[in-house]
């Protein structure tokens, strides 16, 4: 390595690209490359960056895997940073692989926090809790330690453990103060600033409250039935009943849970369900048939009994029923609640991340987009979605896992 690009690794290092780039701008060897790349993701220019790194890896070749290697990690990480979440990260546990192999640990360690991050934000826990568990911790570089804390914070946060958020969200802040970068800092206070924040709104005999995380869980772990319309699933301790795939049954069961211990009316429950607002006698035919279908369905936690006026939910044990609902609901609140990490997503991305077809994300960005609650820039595949500045915006805290009810 010679004196100038020494120089300019350790101006990176430092957190100054521009001094970085008075020593290499006008180099265009491999090594120039990806320092340069760098030096722009940096400065925030994440289009010029990734092409960069792309030109170094190229320029590389087979026969420095390593350093090729380490141009995947951080063209992952700006794909990262961009929200583009498929395809650009998908050669990074091959990069992951090859830098352990030629024993890069600090870089194979940054990549294996990289890929557990991405999992994070596409809802699949589980498996970026195992690339978690393989992390070697004590290798990985200051500023990515803070980070590393946070995909804990956020694994732990998602599944309502708030007492491992708030652990590891210490953690992060300390690492962050460490490093001293103001960047991280912001990053790190961002992800305090949400746990603190109202997670879900408790409805519950005709009142309603805001909820932290860690009333939520003491909620959910007390004797209530949950009637849970952030995740559509009816629970009573570690008894869960998932409703997510029923929408009209869910329905149902939220409003005999908003009336408990009173009963609902007929009339109320063909609004909610079927929005009938002149209900005829086809329609009183299908609620009795939708009633017998959540009558079984949630046969194992409460029951459900005719009255004269509708239908009562009951319980099999003495306790409340509480009903568990956003912060704020509005249509596509779920899109609404992964913009409002404050970055610019691809559509493609929370596609991703909700587990639906692009075209119905498109469907619900346009709308957004018509009522002001969203807004793009940039063109074709490079177009990126974020949220305008509306108050009051759903958490994504309680954004349902893949694979994990609760």
């Not at 911790?137 to 946060?157: F, K």
């Not at 609902?264 to 005829?280: Q, V």
């Not at 929370?350 to 957004?368: C, E, F, G, N």
């Amino acid at each position: 390595m010679d004196a100038l690009i020494s120089a300019a690794a350790n101006a990176l290092a430092a957190g100054d690209p521009l001094a970085a780039l008075k020593r290499v701008s006008l180099r265009d060897d491999a090594p120039a490359l990806a320092l340069r790349g760098i030096a722009m993701a940096q400065l925030g220019d994440l289009a010029r960056a990734r092409e960069l790194l792309g030109n170094a890896a190229r320029s590389f070749g087979a026969e420095e895997p390593v350093a090729r290697a380490r141009c995947h990690v951080a063209e992952a990480e700006i794909a990262l940073v961009s929200r583009d979440l498929g395809r650009p990260m998908q050669g990074l546990r091959a990069a992951r692989a090859t830098l352990e192999t030629f024993g890069d640990l600090t870089n194979a360690a940054h990549a294996g926090y990289l890929d557990a991050r991405r999992l994070l934000l596409i809802g699949r826990l589980d498996e970026a809790e195992r690339i978690l568990g393989d992390v070697n911790v004590d290798a990985l570089p200051a500023t990515s330690r803070a980070g590393y804390a946070l995909v804990v914070a956020g694994i732990a946060m998602r599944r309502i453990c708030a007492k491992p958020a708030r652990d590891a969200l210490e953690r992060a802040r300390a690492a962050a103060v460490s490093v001293g970068n103001a960047a991280l800092t912001v990053e790190v206070e961002r992800a305090v600033q949400a746990f603190q924040a109202p997670a879900a709104r408790l409805i519950a005999r005709g009142g309603e409250r805001l909820l932290q995380l860690n009333e939520i869980e003491a909620l959910i772990a007390s004797d209530a039935l949950v009637i849970d319309a952030c995740r559509n699933v009816t629970r009573a301790r570690t008894a869960v009943v998932s409703l997510a795939s029923r929408p009209v049954l869910f329905a149902l069961a939220r409003l005999l849970g908003e009336t408990w211990p009173e009963d609902a009316s007929r009339e109320e429950l063909l609004l909610r369900a079927f929005r009938a607002r002149e209900a005829d006698e086809s329609h009183r035919t299908r609620l009795r048939v939708e009633i017998g279908r959540l009558r079984e369905a949630i046969r194992p936690i409460a029951e459900i009994h005719a009255t004269e006026r509708g239908f009562i939910l009951e319980r099999h044990e003495a306790g409340t029923v509480a009903v568990l609902a956003p912060p704020v609901e509005e249509e596509h609140g779920e899109v609404l609640a992964l913009l409002a990490d404050g970055e610019a997503w691809s559509s493609s991305a929370l596609a991703l991340a909700l587990d639906v077809s692009p075209r119905t994300v498109q469907r619900a960005l346009d709308i957004l987009a018509n009522n002001g609650k969203a807004e793009w820039f940039g063109h074709g595949r490079a177009r990126r979605w974020i949220a305008t500045c509306v108050p009051g915006f759903p958490t994504s805290l309680l954004l349902p896992a893949v694979g994990v009810v609760g």
